[in-house]
């Protein structure tokens, strides 16, 4: 069938001279696709974004892209600007040129309604949403895309098409864009919250919506009050911008909560150790996929290795409206294996002692793998932290934190041999092709936190939603280092949960996945070294 489709380089793609295996099928199964949502399950590593960029060409589709990591935006923005694909991002990536303080455009002037004859021609912002909106092809993420709609009189522009990139992370992007979350000592929420720590402790999801719905008519005096103010001064002081910047987006969230119908669907979190939030969040925010997300648009495309009818159903998706494609893993299944070495069983109650086995597993992996460069997944930071303090490897180890992930992996992708990237949350959106990364280390099943009310509140309602998360987060982690056909990457889990966890769970993977999981009593003889950095 797709045999008969030219090579991508006849419709522009100048890049791609070939198809990859199955990869010509897949464009003319989702521009051929019934269904108003089509769910495209591909491996890492075959072609998907050249998939749904070739689709949406060949229909003729205004088409926007939604990923969830800057890291897979600026990559497909290089990759695809040749045919015109045009990268979006938030106001505070962009620098306000009406100001000389170092202001981003997040607190601009023309934010509380100033005029900035810059608008028109000059704003880095500006000019790039104008060419947005007129670009056919544009790729953004999924915190801007819903914002822009949602506040924007003409958001991105008219949409045919919104392809939902990474898409086993949709559910979660819908969900923190619904959440409202504030610190209770913010100098901007102190004047609505007349209450004692111990009080907000005691207040119930029913006593937030309370709160939100008395509180929407004197905040929304308070951010008139402050226009005004800001637009009599020409913009006023930076640290006012802020504060209106900041009131407005709290006011947003409080008028969700305001028009909450029944409390029971929401749950609310109070921490009052660490950072003093509030958090209050929809338990299943897939409800409100079609209104924030999908917005009525003719076609929706969700792509992601490990996407699946869980995902999709989770996004509230009537089972009569989708349809999934499914390839199989065309890579030899040799270079893509998931071995596990037994190790121990790791879980809460796991002790200091079986933590040092553990680590001493881990080295004796990296041992005989100094020659080249790997990636260890510790799944949370505490345990990274454990990792590189008791590790006899660590001064060859570099890790980030919440702000510089990208600038840490750019770092290591340059860093020679030996390098080891040790991360709790390296799992998806990254790439690390050939000699990049040439072994993987994952340290434990990547159950999700269910010490955190929400996550213990959807578990309790759905008993396979934890498994469900842990498989897609372990399925997008194996695949970071194998790429194309010629890449190998070894991937160790040392954790012996996965010998019960894959058999039981195994709905929630592809096909080729549990195909290429084995057991190993001991380490494996590493193969030689690679040589080529990336696939020409």
């Not at 999801?205 to 309370?210: A, F, N």
Request: net charge positive; hydrophobic share 35%; glycine share 6%.
């Amino acid at each position: 069938m797709g045999d008969l489709l030219p090579p991508p380089d006849a419709f522009g793609f100048e890049n791609y001279t070939d198809w990859r295996p199955h990869q010509s099928d897949a464009v003319e199964a989702c521009t051929g696709s019934p269904h108003r949502f089509t769910a495209l399950v591909a491996p890492t590593g075959s072609g998907k974004s050249l998939t749904y960029l070739v689709s949406a060409h060949l229909q003729g589709l205004r088409a926007v892209i939604l990923t969830s990591t800057k890291g897979l935006q600026t990559q497909l923005a290089r990759d695809y600007a040749s045919v015109g694909l045009v990268d979006m991002r938030g106001r505070n990536n962009y620098l306000c040129r009406a100001r000389d303080d170092g202001s981003n455009c997040e607190d601009a002037p023309c934010t509380v309604g100033c005029f900035c004859g810059l608008r028109r021609d000059g704003c880095d912002y500006y000019d790039a949403l104008r060419a947005a909106q007129e670009a056919p092809l544009v790729v953004t993420n999924y915190a801007f895309w819903m914002a822009a709609e949602a506040y924007m009189e003409e958001g991105l522009g008219a949409r045919d098409l919104i392809v939902c990139d990474e898409a086993h992370n949709a559910p979660e992007a819908v969900a923190a864009f619904l959440t409202v979350q504030f610190s209770y000592r913010s100098p901007v929420i102190l004047p609505y919250l007349d209450k004692a720590e111990r009080t907000l402790l005691d207040m119930t999801m029913t006593d937030w919506i309370t709160w939100a719905r008395e509180t929407l008519e004197p905040m929304g005096k308070r951010l008139e009050d402050l226009q005004k103010r800001l637009k009599e001064e020409g913009g006023g002081r930076r640290s006012d911008r802020k504060e209106f910047t900041a009131l407005s987006k709290l006011y947003r969230g409080i008028l969700r909560v305001a028009r909450v119908k029944d409390a029971n669907t929401w749950v609310c979190t109070v921490d009052t150790k660490i950072r003093r939030q509030v958090q209050l969040a929809p338990i299943w925010p897939g409800k409100e996929a079609e209104n924030v997300l999908f917005l009525g648009r003719p076609r929706v495309l969700t792509t992601s290795a490990t996407v699946c009818a869980k995902t999709l159903q989770l996004l509230g998706i009537p089972k009569e409206e989708y349809g999934i494609l499914e390839y199989p893993h065309t890579f030899p299944k040799e270079n893509r294996l998931l071995l596990h070495i037994p190790t121990i069983r790791l879980n809460y109650q796991t002790s200091a002692r079986e933590l040092k086995y553990w680590v001493s597993r881990i080295d004796q992996i990296i041992r005989r793998r100094l020659d080249r460069k790997g990636i260890i997944h510790t799944i949370s930071y505490k345990r990274r932290d454990f990792v590189v303090q008791n590790s006899e490897y660590s001064r060859y180890m570099i890790t980030h934190n919440t702000k510089d992930a990208e600038e840490t992996v750019r770092r290591f992708k340059e860093m020679p041999a030996p390098a080891i990237l040790v991360s709790p949350s390296m799992s998806t959106g990254w790439d690390f092709p050939y000699s990049e990364c040439e072994y993987q280390i994952i340290g434990k099943i990547p159950y999700p936190d269910t010490t955190d009310k929400l996550t213990k509140a959807r578990c309790r309602a759905d008993k396979t939603y934890a498994a469900y998360i842990a498989m897609q987060e372990l399925v997008q982690a194996c695949g970071r280092g194998v790429r194309a056909p010629d890449d190998r990457c070894e991937t160790f889990i040392i954790d012996d949960n996965v010998k019960w966890f894959i058999p039981r769970n195994r709905d929630f993977a592809p096909k080729w996945f549990a195909e290429a999981f084995d057991r190993r009593n001991t380490i494996p003889i590493p193969p030689p070294p690679l040589t080529l950095n990336r696939e020409e």
